[in-house]
């Protein structure tokens, strides 16, 4: 029975990872501009995939997510801009920077739960917003850093007319952030993370020192935001306050609601109905769409408030239960 469960999860992953590597091949059909969103939507995932392992999983609302990719955004322009370092060197300095910074601000704040700890984030990403506006002098303030020079591997120049190498290249960095996320959630940290979810007081009187395993939650989602810092800012060519806003932050949370929370392909999911739907609501109405895509996601929400994953799982279950009934019957 369990080598069943196991080999139909397996399968179940296989034709999702598979769905998502041929994608780039078709796409490239639909043109440049298509191609550009889908490397976005790569982009993004990992930054939806790593905020789920902490709100998903542990249940920490992080409003910081954002702010701690900006950090190893500029980490990453930095080093490339005004010391030379090679891009690729930088992405693993711009994840430990971001990791470095939330292990500081989750020491301070993740003794406060609920609503109290969501604020104290939210009180740092505006601290942080506005270092990065006016601190010009190393960051370049409103304006951002710019030209941050594109990278290069094998002595291919990753410029945006290279764009099917650069989406691979976004997409094994996913594909690896998935596999990582999905070995830590199905370990004994992972199971930590889903009791303190779960129930936080049981938790802890269980002796789980929920303190730490929340800590851990927000180091390595962390870790992962400042990791794709550096990719975007190197793959954009430059890194501004516009980019990490909180309008940016609030698409990767609904990309987690709307996707499903707790779940792996779930935000995956959800951000590309987040990054492809308004694209494509634009060619019906140019005036509206914005309306049309607030409303589809308020049906969404309502119609499977645990997400997209979650819906399809309860028809699952519905259509198994109805098959079950009619083979008694």
């Not at 955004?73 to 030379?84: I, N």
């Amino acid at each position: 029975m369990e080598g069943k469960y196991f080999s139909l999860k397996n399968k179940k992953k296989v034709i999702c990872f598979i769905g998502i590597a041929i994608a780039p091949l078709l796409v490239q059909f639909a043109g440049g501009y298509w191609m550009q969103i889908l490397m976005m939507t790569f982009l993004f995932s990992i930054l939806a995939v790593s905020l789920n392992l902490i709100l998903g999983y542990a249940g920490q609302v992080n409003l910081a997510h954002g702010v701690l990719f900006g950090a190893g955004a500029y980490a990453s322009g930095l080093l490339v801009m005004r010391l030379g370092v090679n891009f690729w060197l930088t992405i693993p300095i711009a994840a430990l920077t971001a990791t470095a910074i939330a292990f500081v601000v989750g020491y301070i704040t993740l003794r406060l739960r609920g609503t109290y700890f969501s604020l104290a984030t939210f009180g740092f990403v505006v601290m942080m917003l506005a270092v990065y506006s006016n601190l010009s002098g190393l960051t370049g303030g409103q304006i951002g850093l710019m030209p941050i020079p594109p990278a290069s591997i094998g002595g291919l120049v990753l410029g945006p007319n290279q764009r099917l190498v650069r989406t691979y290249i976004v997409l094994a960095f996913l594909l690896l952030t998935m596999f990582i996320i999905d070995r830590i959630v199905h370990s004994r940290v992972g199971r930590a993370f889903i009791v303190i979810r779960e129930n936080e007081d049981l938790a802890k009187s269980s002796g789980v020192n929920t303190f730490w395993y929340k800590m851990l939650a927000f180091g390595i989602s962390s870790f992962f935001a400042g990791m794709t810092g550096a990719i975007y800012a190197t793959y954009q060519g430059m890194i501004s306050p516009a980019d990490i806003s909180l309008v940016v932050f609030f698409q990767i949370l609904a990309a987690c609601v709307v996707g499903g929370l707790g779940t792996l392909i779930g935000p995956v999911i959800g951000t590309a109905f987040v990054q492809f739907l308004p694209e494509i609501l634009k060619g019906f109405s140019e005036a509206y769409y914005y309306l049309v895509f607030g409303i589809l996601l308020i049906i969404i929400v309502i119609w499977a408030p645990k997400g997209i994953m979650g819906g399809v799982e309860a028809l699952r279950k519905r259509f198994a239960s109805t098959r079950t009934a009619k083979k008694e019957t």
